[in-house]
């Protein structure tokens, strides 16, 4: 354990970091002085990239591949960083599957899918989160404490029928959150953040995307840098737990028919 002269540096597992917002959330809180975990699970040259330049800031770094649909893979990835690390202070859930589905297509193998990765995923990464600090405690360190964040969606208090079984997967993992926070307090805070319109995607032209980023009671989305600076401020604040931050510039306001990436 670091003596009280010589702390030891926090470790934070950012899954998807690779890419998008998961690696804006990376290098935000490199920047901050974490030393990051960069999770991916296909884009190995885009994780390698993240890795560098989250080092560049907070001195130390890594790469984990991990499949999300794979239940054995996301119980060993904890365990994995804490191996390279030595210990891990937060985990913060960026990885998403995101595809398309409604009332019509919808199915069981479609659904089953989003839970695995978007619910299922996080709550075996809080609770190896938590009965990691609950052996560190055991072991002496008195103060062993960390938290949890999710990635929701605006969506979720502004719902339309487009992506069912995505929007039921952030549903259910919204809900997992606060009966998480009550079940793994005091070792485990958890925290969601919800992100309005963020980043383009192949759906969207950069025209498009700009007209519908500025549909807002403030004139403005979210951009990366405030989900970013969003869930910086849900890690280092110990009385937050059991909530959600919005950060959309107030979309969840609005009364959308439609998803965004279908308007």
Known sequence: MSSPSCPRPRTVLVTGAARRLGRQIALTLAAGGWQVAVHYRASTQDAIETV????????????????????????ALLPRVVAHFGAVDAVVNSASLFEHDDAASFGF????????????????????????LQARAAAGEADAQGAVVNLLDQKLWN?????????LSKAALEAAGTMLAMALAPRVRVVGVAPG????????????????????????????????????????????TGTTLLVDGGQHLMKFER?????
Do not use: W
């Not at 004139?219 to 969003?230: L, M, N, Q």
């Open 52 to 75: 560098a330049a989250c080092a560049s800031l907070s001195g130390a770094s890594a790469h984990f591949e991990a499949d999300f649909s794979d239940e054995a893979a996301v119980r």
């Open 109 to 132: 193998a479609t659904l089953e899918q989003h839970l695995r990765s978007n619910t299922g995923a996080p709550i075996v990464l809080a609770q190896a989160l938590h009965a990691h």
């Open 159 to 167: 719902q339309n029928p487009d992506f069912l079984s995505y929007t």
């Open 197 to 240: 319109l963020t980043l383009t995607s192949h759906l969207l032209s950069d025209e498009k995307f700009q007209q519908l980023h500025r549909l807002s009671p403030l004139g403005r989305s979210s951009t990366p840098e405030d989900v970013a600076s969003a869930v910086q401020f849900a890690l280092a604040n110990r009385a937050l």
């Open 259 to 263: 998803d965004f990436s279908l308007m």
